[in-house]
């Protein structure tokens, strides 16, 4: 069976190019190979006009010629090795210190992906070139490509400055405050419209479960589509679900993004119908993308994900360091500040079939999306649990629970904030601290309190 492929889906595959190890080197190798043909053509064509060219660009001999370029690729190769070693290496250590799931944070990067780029360049460029010269003793005419020599100079000139660059990002680059610096810039940027903002349009169900949805418009009997595959959801193509589920008046996508799917399991739900053939059902199963890893994209709770393992690595017994495990939950509270004035989209939306505003032929689809109240506990929860030893952990999460307060705009997104607050207190009943720390906590608690019911009371969602 062929499988069509939407913009949708070629999107998603060409934004995971992008972020790979592998496509800038490739780009510029395959770059370095062309400038080194047009180069020696450059070159080819001076010396059939008999153009002199300075010798301050290149004043040697042919065995000069060969012996320069001879050392730059010979060169290059051995600190490519050195370079890739030291990349490894980084990535072991910030799996090891951090959590696995930020080595794409730095495969990602572009400065190492440059680095390895111009390297792997370079020495592709020396070789083409290094093939094209000829001595005296040659039984064609000599030719020493001069230019072509000298911008093989300059490109190893720039390697040694992308050397120096190369080592100071690595070292910096495994510091606490860049590594969650880097997850929080990544949020923002790919936080976005929500899913499922980019599937239809609203139907002003903005939060009904998924029973309430079975009753009002699938009714019996409802025809599951199951996994065919497993791996993570990573999106939903609604443009190629519509092309191929059949006439209906409800569709329920039963994955979040970012769950992962097993094979055999359900993954959509149509109403009004008992079977579908085989091409049909493999395409519907094919509209949701599953993949071996989470995506940062659509998926906001990746990050937080990020965010709270490295303050539970920096918490863990091995690692013992609360410092970096408060940094970690002030970008957390960031990124959830971020999200409190953020609208979410509904979960019910609509897609037509056809181009007017007739209803008739429309299909509604349910979605599942994580609510705020799954970001906030998301991001504070584990924390919350895994702070119990550390008095000034617990008083900071505190502090900046009051903090996202003042982004809030609804009644409803304070409720999960204040929850926050009251799983504290009752933790504190289990927690060993001195009864100078508890106090210390609960001042904390009282002030995040006063904080979240001001902005009630300031008339920004109403009273309290």
């Known amino acids: 069976m062929k499988r069509r492929f939407s913009v949708k889906h070629l999107r998603t595959q060409w934004q995971s190019i992008q972020t790979s190890l592998w496509f800038v080197p490739t780009v510029l190798v395959i770059a370095a190979g062309i400038s080194a043909f047009i180069m020696v053509e450059v070159d080819h064509g001076i010396q059939d006009d008999e153009f002199s060219v300075p010798n301050w660009i290149f004043g040697g001999s042919a065995d000069g010629a060969r012996t320069l370029l001879s050392t730059i690729a010979g060169s290059l190769v051995t600190i490519v090795g050195v370079l890739f070693s030291i990349t490894i290496v980084v990535l072991q250590q910030a799996a090891s210190q951090f959590t696995p799931r930020v080595m794409g944070n730095f495969i990602r990067q572009t400065g190492t992906q440059l680095t390895l780029g111009i390297y792997l360049a370079t020495f592709l460029y020396a070789l083409l070139v290094l093939r094209t010269v000829r001595g005296e003793d040659a039984q064609a005419e000599e030719f020493i490509p001069r230019l072509a020599i000298a911008m093989a100079l300059i490109l190893a000139t720039a390697c040694l400055g992308f050397l120096v660059y190369f080592i100071h990002h690595m070292a910096t680059s495994l510091q606490a405050s860049s590594v969650l610096a880097s997850v929080n810039r990544e949020f923002r940027a790919d936080v976005g419209p929500l899913y499922p903002e980019q599937v239809g349009k609203s139907a002003s169900d903005h939060d009904r479960s998924l029973e309430s949805f079975r009753e009002e418009y699938m009714?019996?009997?409802?025809?599951?589509?199951?996994?065919?595959?497993?791996?993570?959801?990573?999106?939903?193509?609604?443009?190629?679900?519509?092309?191929?589920?059949?006439?209906?008046?409800?569709?329920?996508?039963?994955?979040?993004?970012?769950?992962?799917?097993?094979?055999?399991?359900?993954?959509?739900?149509?109403?009004?119908?008992?079977?579908?053939?085989?091409?049909?059902?493999?395409?519907?199963?094919?509209?949701?993308?599953?993949?071996?890893?989470?995506?940062?994209?659509?998926?906001?709770?990746?990050?937080?994900?990020?965010?709270?393992?490295?303050?539970?690595?920096?918490?863990?017994?091995?690692?013992?360091?609360?410092?970096?495990?408060?940094?970690?939950?002030?970008?957390?509270?960031?990124?959830?500040?971020?999200?409190?004035?953020?609208?979410?989209?509904?979960?019910?939306?609509?897609?037509?079939?056809?181009?007017?505003?007739?209803?008739?032929?429309?299909?509604?689809?349910?979605?599942?999306?994580?609510?705020?109240?799954?970001?906030?506990?998301?991001?504070?929860?584990?924390?919350?649990?895994?702070?119990?030893?550390?008095?000034?952990?617990?008083?900071?999460?505190?502090?900046?629970?009051?903090?996202?307060?003042?982004?809030?705009?609804?009644?409803?997104?304070?409720?999960?904030?204040?929850?926050?607050?009251?799983?504290?207190?009752?933790?504190?009943?289990?927690?060993?601290?001195?009864?100078?720390?508890?106090?210390?906590?609960?001042?904390?608690?009282?002030?995040?309190?006063?904080?979240?019911?001001?902005?009630?009371?300031?008339?920004?969602f109403g009273p309290a």
């Open 219 to 460: 009714p019996v009997p409802t025809y599951r589509v199951i996994a065919e595959n497993s791996g993570y959801m990573l999106s939903v193509d609604d443009d190629m679900l519509m092309a191929w589920v059949p006439d209906t008046t409800g569709v329920a996508v039963l994955p979040q993004i970012g769950d992962f799917v097993v094979r055999g399991s359900p993954i959509i739900e149509i109403a009004g119908i008992r079977d579908l053939p085989d091409e049909k059902r493999h395409a519907i199963a094919g509209c949701v993308e599953l993949g071996s890893e989470r995506s940062r994209y659509q998926d906001p709770l990746f990050s937080i994900r990020q965010l709270v393992d490295i303050a539970l690595k920096a918490l863990s017994p091995g690692i013992n360091d609360p410092t970096t495990a408060n940094n970690a939950i002030s970008v957390l509270g960031d990124c959830i500040a971020m999200l409190s004035s953020k609208q979410f989209p509904d979960r019910v939306r609509r897609l037509a079939r056809e181009e007017d505003d007739d209803q008739r032929g429309d299909v509604h689809v349910w979605t599942n999306r994580p609510p705020y109240a799954e970001y906030v506990d998301s991001a504070f929860a584990e924390i919350r649990r895994a702070g119990l030893s550390h008095v000034a952990v617990t008083e900071h999460l505190v502090t900046i629970v009051g903090a996202v307060g003042d982004s809030i705009t609804t009644r409803e997104r304070a409720e999960p904030l204040h929850q926050v607050l009251t799983d504290v207190l009752h933790d504190l009943e289990s927690a060993n601290f001195d009864e100078r720390d508890e106090q210390r906590v609960r001042d904390a608690v009282d002030v995040a309190r006063r904080r979240l019911l001001s902005q009630g009371s300031s008339g920004q």
